[in-house]
Every structure is written in C-alpha cells, then in structure tokens.
C-alpha cells in the first residue's frame, strides 16, 4: 500500500529514518563513500521538514520512501529508498509511478550517485535523462536528471 506519511508525527518520523538508515548505507558501499550525509540525518530533520514524503508499506510496516521537494519550476525527488529486505520486488518503480502520476507537475528532477546503477537504470527508464555530472562536496561523484512531460 502506498500513502502519504505524517512525518511530522516523531514516530513516524522514526520509521521514515530507520529505512534511510538500512538504505543509504548500502548505497554508501555502493558509491565508495566513507562520510555520506543522508546517513548523518538526524531525525528533526525529517519532522521539521517542508518536503513530502510518501510510504510504501507491507503488513503494516514501512518499507520504502520517497521523498518530494516542491521547487520553483519542478518537483524534485529528493529521496528514494528501499529496505534492503525488500530489494528487487519492484517497490521503487511502484514508488515512481506513484509520483509521476498523482503530482500535477509537468517537470520532475532527482540526483543519485553516478555508480549507483540500480538507480540510474531506474530513473532513465520511467524517461529521465541525464542533465549534468558534478562533484558534491563530500567527494562523491553525481548525476542530475530531469523528466518533463
């Protein structure tokens, strides 16, 4: 079941955090990188913040989230992550097709690493197409994409 997430709630904010916590650490192994932000995020963050978040849930539990930041001209994906006990069921594109379809927003944005493959081959199949590659400040190489409709 898909739905909006009440992150302003402290215990949903937990669960919120829990899964970037189990996600991002893979991704982190992914990407070679020793000091991850998402990974040093602390929980007011996530109940203090403006964005959207949206869960995906099985038996009651959340598995996955995704992470909306409305911009001037653009919705952008700020997060997408996915238990790692729930790999490959096909939650992330769930995820994606939720979004893309319930925002009435002609022009999607989302950033992940460039060695992050799994997500690339993701987002360029629902159409994003790569805008720019850049440097972060935490040394780790990223890729820009961009989806309008």
Do not use: W
């Amino acid at each position: 079941m898909i739905q909006q997430i009440e992150h302003t709630q402290h215990n949903q904010a937990q669960d919120i955090r829990r899964v970037f916590q189990v996600s991002y650490k893979i991704e982190a192994e992914l990407l070679g990188a020793t000091n991850f932000p998402p990974l040093s995020r602390p929980i007011e963050d996530f109940y203090n913040c403006p964005n959207d978040f949206v869960g995906y849930y099985e038996e009651h539990q959340l598995v996955a989230v995704v992470e909306m930041k409305n911009e001037a001209s653009s919705m952008h994906i700020q997060s997408l992550v996915v238990d790692p006990a729930y790999f490959r069921r096909g939650i992330a594109r769930k995820l994606i097709e939720f979004v893309l379809e319930h925002y009435a927003i002609t022009q999607f944005t989302v950033e992940t690493g460039r060695d992050n493959g799994p997500a690339r081959k993701l987002y360029e199949g629902f159409g994003f197409v790569l805008e720019k590659t850049y440097t972060a400040a935490e040394n780790i190489t990223k890729v820009r994409y961009q989806r309008k409709l």
